[in-house]
T-cell receptor, first 114, second 111 residues
């Protein structure tokens, strides 16, 4: 198993540009989520999904969209990039939800918005 | 508002020392508390705690949860330079499995 994969690893955007961060898992996990990590802030939940076709907002959803058309993929879209979105983004997945399942994290995407 | 607070935010020790990292929380509908270790990459899972008073151990690391006082500790004995990392505490607060992370404790172990 490849586990959780994310692409790209690094990205530089100009303010106002849009892009999609890709996340895929091959473990048949139902639960997937996106976090951003900023210095001194810990990990903050952006959006999550409890299964294909179902998504919900986390703590900091503004400026981001997600969709979950398949169990494997959970892309994160930045609609109009802003410097405040400069961060490291982690995708995670787990077999189920309810806090009783280990989450597996992808390697992260480092995004810089100028 | 749900929150998870870790202390200290940073810690410098020497090899062989024992350290205790703290995590306190205020959340509704608590389900579990998780500890992660993060080096220069994605967080890796250490422990999941759901019941008070039951110590989880893995080698030199151990952790325990107190659901009455709403905190957990992570102990590392005989620290090594390879233990240098950020240790993250997370609490699952709602039935959908949302995790709320603390800011982390940055541990530096000097030779």
């Amino acid at each position: 198993n490849a586990g959780v994969t994310q692409t790209p690893k690094f990205q530089v955007l100009k303010t106002g540009q849009s892009m999609t961060l890709q996340c895929a898992q091959d473990m048949n996990h139902e639960y997937m989520s996106w976090y951003r990590q900023d210095p001194g802030m810990g990990l903050r939940l952006i959006h999550y999904s409890v299964g294909a076709g179902i998504t919900d907002q986390g703590e900091v959803p503004n400026g981001y969209n997600v969709s979950r058309s398949t169990t494997e993929d959970f892309p994160l879209r930045l609609l109009s990039a802003a410097p405040s979105q400069t961060s490291v983004y982690f995708c995670a997945s787990s077999l189920g939800w309810g806090g009783l399942y280990e989450q597996y994290f992808g390697p992260g995407t480092r995004l810089t918005v100028t | 508002e749900d929150k998870v607070v870790q202390s200290p935010l940073s810690l410098v020790v020497h090899e062989g020392d024992t350290v205790t990292l703290n995590c306190s929380y205020e959340v509704t509908n608590f389900r579990s508390l998780l500890w992660y270790k993060q080096e220069k990459k994605a967080p890796t899972f250490l422990f999941m705690l759901t019941s008070s008073g039951i110590e989880k151990k893995s080698g030199r690391l151990s952790s325990i949860l107190d659901k009455k006082e709403l905190f957990s500790i992570l102990n590392i004995t005989a620290t090594q330079t390879g233990d240098s990392a950020i240790y993250l505490c997370a609490v699952e607060a709602r039935s959908q499995g949302n995790l709320i992370f603390g800011k982390g404790t940055k541990l530096s172990v000097k030779p």
